[in-house]
């Protein structure tokens, strides 16, 4: 994905001073762009050599010194694989995502967990785990594709909660306001996952502590691919 977008480091910056469990706020302003919604790496002198402890499910990077906050990510795993524009793949866009925001909250003192598996196993990893939060990392697509970018409105970032879940919908209000301004899509939502996906959404529902899913961009946009 080739999309510019606000630093990463404002979602983060939010969750830190207004949600996540801890004292003080840690995060610097001026951080790493392009991470929520486009498929990139950190440049080379942000990639970490995270000690990484290795187990069934998910790998967990444990920063030293660190503040115990956990954060879980759940990247988009599909068999078959979803494709949109330019032949760009949901599932190593949505690894490669999470594992540059792995990277920037791990410098920051936070421990994170990755998962490795479907939603169903990521979802069970997560809650023998035990983090703060969990959030899955996916990307959008439409029935019709507008991979040369002639209506805005085909584009956007949307971030869901479970219905009835104050906990979700407040972690999810803190990520979308970040995210909504920066993707050239104007089709920015919030709302729960019956309301904007038409289903009841596993990873929302059956995680123990409070999720946000990310529908990051659409793939099926060109601009935001």
């Not at 830190?16 to 790496?41: C, D």
């Not at 410098?107 to 490795?116: H, L, M």
Request: charged content about 15%; aromatic content about 8%.
């Amino acid at each position: 994905m080739r999309l510019s977008l606000e630093p990463f480091s404002q979602v983060l910056l939010a969750l830190e001073r207004n949600y996540l469990p801890h004292q003080q706020s840690i995060m610097g302003e001026n951080a790493m762009k392009r991470v929520l919604i486009i498929a990139v790496m950190l440049t080379s002198m942000m990639i970490l050599h995270a000690p990484v402890v290795y187990a069934a499910g998910g790998t967990t990077y444990t920063p030293s010194p660190t503040h115990w906050t956990r954060v879980y990510l759940s990247p988009a795993k599909h068999s078959p694989e979803n494709y949109g524009c330019d032949n760009y793949a949901e599932s190593p866009g949505a690894r490669a995502i999470a594992l540059a925001a792995k990277d920037y909250l791990y410098a920051r003192g936070y421990v994170v967990r990755v998962g490795d598996g479907d939603f169903q196993e990521n979802t069970s990893d997560s809650n023998a785990w035990s983090p703060h939060v969990h959030i899955p990392i996916h990307s959008n697509a439409r029935t019709t594709w507008d991979c040369g970018g002639s209506n805005p409105k085909s584009g956007g970032s949307w971030l869901m909660w479970e219905t009835g879940s104050s906990a979700d919908q407040n972690l999810s209000n803190y990520i979308l306001p970040q995210l909504s301004s920066a993707s050239p899509g104007t089709d920015d939502r919030g709302g729960t996952d019956e309301a904007l996906s038409g289903k009841q959404l596993h990873e929302l529902r059956a995680t123990n502590v409070p999720a946000a899913y990310v529908e990051a961009a659409f793939h099926t946009y060109g601009p935001d691919e």
